[in-house]
């Protein structure tokens, strides 16, 4: 019987970094908040379902690059400084691992 993959994990994928991905939804949050909108309206902006556009502010879900690319232009921002901002709240040890 031939394994059924699930949609946007690559073949084999077995990891996940809850720090990295809770770090990365505290900035996606922190840009949101301070544009004034709500994760419905991000999730347009931004062609993402807000029930996953909740998961990835919680930390639940680690966005891939093609994500991060719709983010980052839904909040008028450069994908390197999200991942910027969030590399340096991963080296401030301000998200628990």
Do not use: D, Y
């Amino acid at each position: 019987m031939e394994k059924k993959l699930k949609p946007g994990r690559p073949l084999g994928s077995t990891t996940f970094e809850p720090a990295a991905a809770r770090a990365f939804g505290s900035v996606v949050r922190q840009c949101r908040v301070e544009l004034g909108i709500s994760q419905e309206e991000l999730g347009h902006r931004a062609e993402i379902e807000r029930s996953h556009m909740g998961k990835i502010e919680r930390g639940q879900h680690l966005p891939n690059l093609a994500l991060i690319l719709k983010l980052a232009g839904a909040l008028s921002t450069s994908p390197g400084g999200l991942v910027e901002k969030t590399a340096e709240m991963l080296l401030a040890g301000e998200v628990g691992q």
